[in-house]
């Protein structure tokens, strides 16, 4: 490849990420359905004809905001935890990440909500996503020994996935529900009823990663 | 009044509420932005001009349908309890409520739905309505001794209306967030955390009232 031809790929490649983030922001601030091709190509200082270049139509560029947003999820949710972290303290952990995320990341705020678009099917489910990465987890930690007995593996599954899924639609109309503390209080509540007594005292409901 | 003018009132009335019906539905089936006021009106068998009449605009509409799903909600909030009824077991009994007013009411989900609308300003606002039940509810269990001590009202409230915010959002796409069973599960896994242990084996998770 001539330098010209790697200049003019990574030219190409910055326009197609910056008018990810830019569709983000609006399909964010305004909802898809609303969106305006023409708001995203100004926002991301190029024009009507480069956006049509990268993408074909407004939906295949949802689509690649989902697919972007799902490797931002991803990011949050397989960061290797420091070793011996128990798996509740892990899923702890995670949902913290993923507060803390939607809170700073238009594009995995964006990712998310473009799954409840009654307009468009999701190609990339990113809440069905984190639903199976929590199904994964809790019972990793119910084959761990970390759950009490008499709590079931797949109830807990439900109100966490429901839970967070409730917190990033109302933290979309107001942060305090993506807050730290609004997961802090969430799982203070909730730990003392999933796992052992001796695991309790271990546990960090603020979570244990560096932020 | 004349009996052929309270003729055309009722009329109107009747065209009304049609509307109102319609619009939830293709809102719900839709969403706001795409909606289209032609189909709408088609859908409740009137003119597009009858619809002008009675609505102003879309937003109007929206509005008008979110007023009528106040009142659905306030019916399934509001609905006195046998005499004895623990706070907390109304509490439940509402949750299952409305999870199957959800199920089945384009209106009430339409309602829900159009306060996670980013293009509009909603001026009732379900959400919130719902939280500030919740909280009350709470506040009065809480004051009847109804709570361990050692549980904060207020994250239990945190928790309660971001998990029946998510079943409202996954319910859209995947009705088995609304069934019965799952709000059961929710209430099982919770009500040992929540309540006095005398109090526990009285609560029914899934419901007392005759569907």
Known sequence: MT???MVKQERAARTRESLIRSAAEIFDREGFAVASLTVISSLAGVSNGALHFHFSSKAALADAVQEEALTRLLAVTDAVPPLGTSRVQLLVDVTHGLAAALRTDAVLRAGFE??????????????????RWV????????????????VAAQDVVTAVVAATVGFEVLGAR???WLSASTVT?????????????????????E???VP
Do not use: I, N, Y
């Open 135 to 150: 199904e994964e987890t809790l019972k990793q930690a119910d084959a761990e020994g970390e759950l009490r007995p008499e």
């Open 3 to 5: 330098e010209q031809s």
């Open 185 to 205: 209080r969430f799982w203070r509540l909730l730990l003392p009823l999933l796992v052992r007594a001796s695991l309790v005292a271990e546990l960090e409901a």
């Open 114 to 131: 473009l799954c409840g678009e009654a307009s468009r099917a999701s190609q990339f489910d990113l809440r069905e996503r984190w639903q």
């Open 174 to 176: 107001d942060a305090v």
């Open 207 to 209: 979570g244990t990663r």
